[in-house]
């Protein structure tokens, strides 16, 4: 069974930071690629980053909203994927869910994922 747990969410001021975490069990992430979604109160689910499968070269891709301010990176030893999120805008306030998806990083950034985890509260107060 397939389990993507994410933590690191919590309340921080307008321009902190936060790092979420995604730890998955019973998949390899490094084989697969991996995203992170956020939705928030009233609206749709959007995609915000993704990076592709670890020895793809595929490299990583981004909402035009956080270029700049978001890094994903994955560390396969610990299977886990990470969202570094730096300068944090009231705006960032969602729940931010982990994914993962196939082999293709276009496809995840669709939105079509085959797991998800059961999301993270980020609160950004101004």
């Known amino acids: 069974q397939v389990q993507l747990v994410e933590s690191g969410g919590g309340l921080v001021q307008a321009g902190g930071s936060l790092r979420l975490s995604c730890a998955g069990s019973?998949?390899?992430?490094?084989?697969?690629?991996m995203g992170w979604f956020r939705q928030a109160p009233g609206k749709e689910r959007e995609f915000v980053a993704a990076?592709?499968?670890?020895?793809?070269?595929?490299?990583?891709e981004y909402a035009d909203s956080v270029k700049g301010r978001f890094t994903i990176s994955r560390d396969n030893a610990k299977n886990t994927v990470y969202l570094q999120m730096n300068s944090l805008k009231p705006e960032d306030t969602a729940v931010y869910y982990c994914?993962?998806?196939?082999?293709?990083?276009?496809?995840?950034?669709?939105?079509?994922?085959?797991?998800w985890g059961q999301g993270t509260q980020v609160t950004v107060s101004s």
């Open positions: 019973g998949r390899a992430l490094s084989m697969y690629t």
């Open positions: 994914a993962s998806g196939g082999a293709r990083i276009g496809t995840l950034v669709a939105g079509r994922a085959d797991y």
């Open positions: 990076i592709g499968i670890a020895w793809s070269g595929r490299g990583t």
